[in-house]
């Protein structure tokens, strides 16, 4: 049977073009291991207004014959199954093999064992499981595409995805309104590496990091990594290398084939420098006041034990910082609510409309709704009608109010405060503006489990005033500070490394960086208006290196917060 590859090449894939490997692109990797498709009846680019251009150079300059460019302004889900069955069919194929242009790692063995699996079953879609995301393409049978696309535009079910932009699971995010109509087949990874969240990609800084890093790692297995030797003596001249800004060469073509999906898997989820890249979520304290105490907050007690006094983030400290977060992580969430109200912020506006300046971050705002005003939820929904489209994948404000029971009743007991009826004035106010981005939160604890069902069951509900959207809370007792509260354990049988140390940055309002959130005000390792991030950053690399090798620090091997994932 024929095969038709489609490459999806969208401009939020920041780094597609960037000449990383051995002189060549992930494009042009993705390219190359396009042409050895069997069956081929032809390479379709699938690009948009920013990308086709390049796009066509580079099928040119590779001298790829069977090629041709699809532009459109912008890609839905939709249009992208539209195109996918209109080019099968002119290419008289019976299959899409379905690949982001941007993954320098896919894996012709791991590809071939799709495309079999694919076959033998007589599948209308296939996909590799377990691997790393960016080794194995996706099959869909040519009609699949065009039933795939009816049933995303179809206005009698909830969540159709026809009219999103595409995403990275758009198409198996489309079946699953009615997952039952399809065959699937499943070409499943010896070892699950799922919980790793492992992704090479060049979108974004992170994803270039990572392709890099595990490039360079697989040396011995079509790699190039450099040895001692070799990065004291250049290999060209000859001569002794001086340069203190020498690092490793970019990874030769090999290092992108020459091991399997398996090996290159294993050797990611031991390797620091792809488990820690950049940081993706900073947590930061804007201001020092909170509106009432808290059950599962240690900060005001905190406060008054160690008499530690903060206050408000400056405006100007907080813009320098954002350019700073910007620059080093490109992609990253903000949350606003390490402690205090964010909402009491004189400048909150202002701090909402500066970190929207840059298209790859995202503001995360926890609330009880105190300081709340449908004004000041309007000004900020038209600070976000304003912004540019967001690179990261999220929302560009994103909201959490407190809520933690079904009563105000238990609210009061869980708050020490009457706001409950203020907090769900909040959700109603803020589902009005951010119809997609407003959750009511509720932390399980012993003292109201049993209210969990009742909670679950409102607002889960699509015509509840969130539309849907909750967070069931894991709770933290901080090391001890707060009492053990956890109505259940929910830890992971096997530990597996801290999703904190590897993804978040800690940031006091006084610009300190503790070395964990459960730090409060100690272990303090550096402060973000004094060093650069990169630099404090990396003063705990060593941490994740020790975790991967099964040794933990003192506040890492006590807690359980390690399995809890941000962003």
């Not at 060469?249 to 090996?263: C, D, I, N, V």
């Not at 408000?312 to 969430?333: H, T, Y």
Request: aromatic share 10%; proline share 5%; charged share 25%.
């Amino acid at each position: 049977m024929k095969n038709i590859v489609v490459l999806f090449a969208p401009s939020v894939s920041l780094h597609m073009f960037d000449k990383k490997f051995d002189g060549l692109s992930a494009y042009e990797k993705a390219l190359l291991w396009a042409k050895d498709i069997p069956d081929l009846a032809g390479i379709f680019i699938f690009a948009d207004g920013k990308t086709s251009s390049a796009c066509a150079e580079l099928n040119k300059k590779n001298e790829m014959s069977r090629i041709s460019v699809v532009e459109k302004p912008s890609w839905t889900v939709s249009s992208l199954l539209h195109s996918m069955h209109e080019a099968c069919r002119s290419s008289n194929a019976q299959n899409i093999v379905y690949a982001w242009a941007d993954c320098p790692f896919l894996n012709t063995t791991l590809t071939l064992e799709v495309i079999k699996t694919h076959s033998e079953y007589i599948a209308e879609y296939t996909f590799a499981d377990g691997y790393p995301y960016g080794f194995a393409p996706e099959l869909i049978n040519c009609d699949t595409a065009a039933i795939i696309e009816k049933l995303s535009l179809r206005k009698d079910i909830p969540n159709a995805a026809g009219d999103n932009p595409v995403s990275r699971d758009s198409i198996f995010s489309a079946m699953k309104t009615d997952i039952n109509a399809f065959e699937i087949e499943t070409v499943i990874s010896p070892v699950d590496w799922r919980m790793y969240r492992l992704s090479f990609h060049c979108a974004s800084k992170e994803g270039l990091l990572a392709c890099l890093k595990l490039a360079e790692i697989s040396c011995g297995k079509g790699g190039v990594e450099e040895t001692a030797a070799d990065k004291a003596v250049d290999r060209n001249t000859g001569a002794e290398n001086t340069d203190k800004n020498f690092s490793a060469k970019p990874a030769g073509t090999g290092a992108l084939s020459g091991a399997s999906a398996e090996e290159l898997s294993e050797m990611a989820c031991k390797c620091a420098g792809i488990l820690r890249t950049v940081p993706g979520f900073y947590n930061i304290q804007i201001e020092a006041k909170s509106g009432s105490r808290c059950v599962y907050s240690p900060y005001d007690d905190v406060l008054e034990k160690t008499k530690k006094k903060f206050g408000e983030m400056p405006l100007e400290k907080f813009k320098a910082l954002v350019k700073n977060i910007a620059d080093f992580s490109e992609n990253a969430v903000l949350s606003l609510s390490l402690w205090g109200e964010p909402l009491y912020h004189k400048h909150i506006k202002n701090i909402v409309s500066e970190v929207l300046k840059y298209p790859g971050l995202s503001v995360f705002i926890e609330t009880t709704g105190d300081g709340l005003s449908e004004t000041l939820a309007a000004q900020i929904a038209e600070i976000c009608g304003r912004c540019a489209p967001r690179t990261n994948g999220y929302e560009p404000v994103m909201w959490v109010v407190l809520l933690d029971s079904v009563t105000k009743e238990k609210y009061k007991e869980i708050h020490f405060a009457d706001g409950f009826e203020a907090a769900l004035n909040g959700i109603n106010i803020l589902s009005k503006y951010f119809p997609k981005s407003v959750y009511p939160q509720f932390v399980r604890m012993d003292i109201n489990e049993d209210q969990l069902e009742a909670f679950y069951r409102f607002w889960s509900a699509k015509d509840s005033p969130s539309h849907g959207n909750l967070i069931i809370q894991k709770y933290n007792s901080y090391l001890g500070l707060l009492p053990e509260r956890k109505p259940c354990d929910l830890s992971p049988v096997e530990r597996y490394p801290d999703w904190h140390l590897r993804r978040d940055m800690v940031i006091l309002s006084d610009g300190s960086v503790p070395l964990y959130k459960e730090c409060m005000f100690d272990d303090i390792i550096g402060n973000v208006f004094e060093e650069p991030l990169e630099v404090i950053w990396h003063k705990s690399d060593r941490l994740m290196e020790d975790q991967i090798n099964k040794k933990y620090d003192k506040i890492s091997g006590t807690y359980d917060e390690y399995y809890t994932f941000n962003f």
